[in-house]
């Protein structure tokens, strides 16, 4: 079997030719390990790679793995504090977690309405951070999908309402693609969500739109060539997920 190393080597090397197709530049793509169902152990064989940004899916998984990451000598950044690895969430957050995101994450990827990030700076505020988020945009017609519909009220409404969110700080968009093997569907999700940035860019100059994560372990290239700056690569880097009793 491959070690954790040999697996992050030929990652980079697909980012970086990926990077050259489209002809960007390397350092405008990071790459986020999704560590979520995997033990702590797997972050620390990460860290020691020399990974520092990680995705995790569940408030109450991370915050186990926060004390066992804390008992190995490894901090997380919290909110824009620094030093330590950086953990963002990157799965649906609940309203009633939001106090706990705020508390053990770097920062929350999945805002996807108005009322939870209202929640969600509430709680940000009371324990003195400034979090940065992502927008969860929904470009798939699946159910169990989350985000704000593109072009809804609500979504104008929390633009309008974000930069007097002042424990928050928007950096940009995130979407997850339809879950099957049509990489041409994938990569006309990936170009919507770039067309949106660009529009939500000038209607809303007054927030940070710099961010674009989209692209998995299975379709990360092509997320590239359509201008994702952050690829999330959970099982090609940790292989696959351990299934939860």
């Known amino acids: 079997m491959s070690t954790f190393k040999e697996r992050l080597s030929a990652i980079e090397e697909r980012i970086d030719v990926a990077c050259v197709r489209s002809g960007r530049k390397r350092k405008e793509v990071r790459l986020m390990a999704v560590s979520k169902v995997h033990p702590a152990s797997a972050i620390l064989e990460a860290v020691d790679a020399g990974i520092n940004l990680f995705g995790e899916n569940r408030v109450q998984e991370f915050e186990r793995k926060h004390a066992e990451l804390a008992a190995a000598g490894v901090g997380v950044a919290i909110g824009e504090a620094k030093p330590g690895i950086e953990v963002h969430l990157i799965g649906h957050l609940q ?43 929904k470009l798939s017609e699946e159910e169990a999908k989350s985000g704000f519909q593109p072009g809804s ?14 424990s928050l700080r928007v950096r940009g968009l995130m979407t997850v693609p339809p879950l099957d093997e049509d990489l041409e569907a994938a990569r006309q999700c990936f170009r919507q969500l770039r067309q949106l940035r660009e529009s939500y860019a000038k209607r809303f100059s007054g927030l940070s739109f710099d961010e674009l994560s989209m692209g998995m372990s299975g379709d990360f290239e092509i997320a590239i060539e359509e201008g994702s700056t952050l690829v999330r690569i959970g099982t090609a880097l940790f292989g696959q997920r351990v299934k939860q009793a």
Do not use: M, Q
């Open 95 to 137: 309203s009633n977690k939001t106090a706990k995101a705020a508390e053990f994450f770097s920062g929350v990827d999945t805002i996807d309405s108005l009322r939870v990030a209202e929640r969600l700076n509430d709680s940000a505020k009371k324990l003195g951070h400034r979090l940065p988020v992502l927008v969860e945009i």
């Open 153 to 166: 009220a609500e979504l104008d409404e929390f633009f309008e309402k974000a930069p007097h969110l002042y």
